[in-house]
């Protein structure tokens, strides 16, 4: 197996006095897709704020390609990690191949203007993510689904080595949550990522975390996580697990109580 590119190293976390991740450890192999999974309120978000800094973890207990991340500026941040977060609010309205140049920062000196080789990468993902023409479209004239796909291309344009992502099919219709998925696995790089539907989860993950009340409680490939046993211990509800025919992918298939 490939060198772990993040290790989480005993994370604990509290806000207000509550404790949210308790002892959490885990490890992203480089170059593979690990998604993670688990009911609302179990720790998920909060554990990728450690991770990209908007909490600020304890020291020596988050690293990235072995280096901790509380010692690293945001610039040499921005160039380990790219994010797509849950909210990404922004007081600016801006045209949108400004806003995905924002993610061309970390590979320019302070005040030096963007190269054809900065805009040829941003209007290259902005086709991507199916948004081509919007260049010069306000940002906040978007639809959610839109602005989550321009966040998505000022991401890719950031070619960080890691992209750390919270639930990004999040405001998607089901073409285009599957679009950024098969985007996403093209990378050239580690992907870490919350995911809310299990079988995206079981069709684009390499490895899966399941995650319950703070805890890490099982990692394992997709077949070895999405049990039956597993999703209605964690998720309470009843479900059965076949192979998809066409994808050859496990398949979930859910059970209402009747």
Same mark, same amino acid.
């Given at each position: 197996?490939?060198?772990?590119?993040?290790?989480?190293?005993?994370?604990?976390?509290?806000?207000?006095?509550?404790?949210?991740?308790?002892?959490?450890?885990?490890?992203?192999?480089?170059?593979?897709?690990?998604?993670?999974?688990?009911?609302?309120?179990?720790?998920?978000?909060?554990?990728?704020?450690?991770?990209?800094?908007?909490?600020?973890?304890?020291?020596?207990?988050?690293?990235?390609?072995?280096?901790?991340?509380?010692? %690293?500026?945001?610039?040499?941040?921005? !160039?380990? &990690?790219?994010?797509?977060?849950? +909210?990404?609010? =922004? $007081?600016? /309205? #801006?045209?949108? %191949?400004?806003?995905?140049?924002?993610? !061309?920062? &970390?590979?320019?000196?302070?005040? +030096?203007?963007? =190269? $054809?080789? /900065? #805009?040829?990468?941003?209007?290259?993902?902005?086709?991507?993510?199916?948004?081509?023409?919007?260049?010069?479209?306000?940002?906040?004239?978007?639809?959610?689904?839109?602005?989550?796909?321009?966040?998505?291309?000022?991401?890719?344009?950031?070619?960080?080595?890691?992209?750390?992502?919270?639930?990004?099919?999040?405001?998607?219709?089901?073409?285009?949550?599957?679009?950024?998925?098969?985007?996403?696995?093209?990378?050239?790089?580690?992907?870490?990522?919350?995911?809310?539907?299990?079988?995206?989860?079981?069709?684009?993950?390499?490895?899966?975390?399941?995650?319950?009340?703070?805890?890490?409680?099982?990692?394992?490939?997709?077949?070895?996580?999405?049990?039956?046993?597993?999703?209605?211990?964690?998720?309470?509800?009843?479900?059965?697990?076949?192979?998809?025919?066409?994808?050859?992918?496990?398949?979930?298939?859910?059970?209402?109580?009747?």
């Amino acid at each position: 197996m490939n060198h772990s590119f993040l290790t989480v190293r005993g994370l604990d976390y509290s806000i207000d006095g509550t404790e949210i991740l308790q002892d959490v450890s885990l490890e992203v192999p480089e170059g593979t897709f690990v998604g993670l999974i688990g009911p609302n309120g179990c720790g998920k978000s909060t554990l990728l704020k450690n991770i990209y800094k908007t909490y600020r973890p304890q020291k020596d207990t988050v690293y990235i390609d072995g280096k901790d991340v509380v010692s %690293l500026s945001a610039k040499e941040m921005a !160039r380990q &990690a790219a994010v797509v977060a849950q +909210e990404n609010q =922004t $007081e600016f /309205d #801006l045209e949108v %191949l400004d806003m995905v140049m924002y993610g !061309r920062y &970390a590979h320019r000196r302070f005040l +030096e203007k963007e =190269t $054809e080789e /900065d #805009l040829a990468i941003c209007r290259r993902f902005l086709e991507e993510v199916g948004l081509k023409g919007y260049e010069n479209r306000s940002f906040f004239s978007l639809s959610g689904g839109e602005k989550q796909r321009v966040l998505m291309a000022r991401t890719l344009a950031q070619e960080s080595r890691l992209i750390l992502l919270d639930e990004p099919t999040n405001h998607l219709d089901i073409r285009f949550q599957y679009l950024l998925m098969e985007i996403l696995k093209k990378q050239d790089a580690t992907i870490f990522s919350s995911v809310h539907d299990l079988n995206i989860a079981a069709m684009y993950c390499d490895r899966i975390l399941l995650m319950d009340r703070g805890r890490i409680i099982k990692a394992g490939t997709p077949e070895e996580i999405l049990t039956e046993e597993n999703i209605l211990q964690i998720f309470g509800i009843h479900a059965q697990i076949t192979k998809n025919p066409i994808t050859q992918k496990i398949q979930v298939y859910y059970i209402p109580k009747g």
